[in-house]
């Protein structure tokens, strides 16, 4: 889904500049073909420096809007993520805390500080270890989701 909108929004701004490019192709040329009788080396150059300039700030338009987006929803998941009574936590593929949700604190009385850094292995279950390092090889491999048991 997300690799979708990404490929669509992509796709949206090659469009928009391969359209910006031809507009300007045709609309400058018909121009310079029926109001200007002379043709010079600097009219050229500076109407390929307007067409970078105009389609320098179409760029920028689609990009603060798109990061605009992506700050938006990140806040809402944020918020989400921040509030539930859920643990969430994010390990990285050498089984250290990346990202803790605040509930660890209510429930284990660990803070953010203290787990992040961390390996997961200091407070997992012994009989856990094995299978969580089987299943981080097979997140590494294979992405296959895995769920364990916490002290």
Request: aromatic fraction near 14%; charge should be positive; glycine fraction near 4%.
């Amino acid at each position: 889904m997300r690799r979708n909108v990404a490929q669509k929004t992509a796709s949206r701004i090659v469009l928009i500049y391969i359209f910006s490019s031809i507009i300007w192709i045709v609309i400058s040329d018909y121009l310079m073909k029926n109001y200007f009788f002379f043709r010079s080396e600097w009219i050229d150059i500076t109407k390929g420096c307007v067409f970078i300039l105009i389609s320098g700030l179409i760029f920028y338009q689609l990009i603060q809007k798109g990061v605009k987006a992506t700050l938006k929803s990140e806040a809402k998941y944020r918020l989400i993520v921040e509030n539930v009574s859920d643990l969430i936590s994010i390990i990285n593929l050498n089984g250290k805390f990346e990202y803790i949700s605040p509930s660890h604190q209510t429930i284990f009385g660990f803070t953010q500080e203290e787990l992040i850094g961390k390996s997961v292995f200091e407070y997992v279950k012994e009989e856990e270890i094995s299978k969580l390092k089987e299943s981080l090889q097979n997140v590494k491999t294979q992405k296959k989701e895995f769920q364990l048991n916490l002290i």
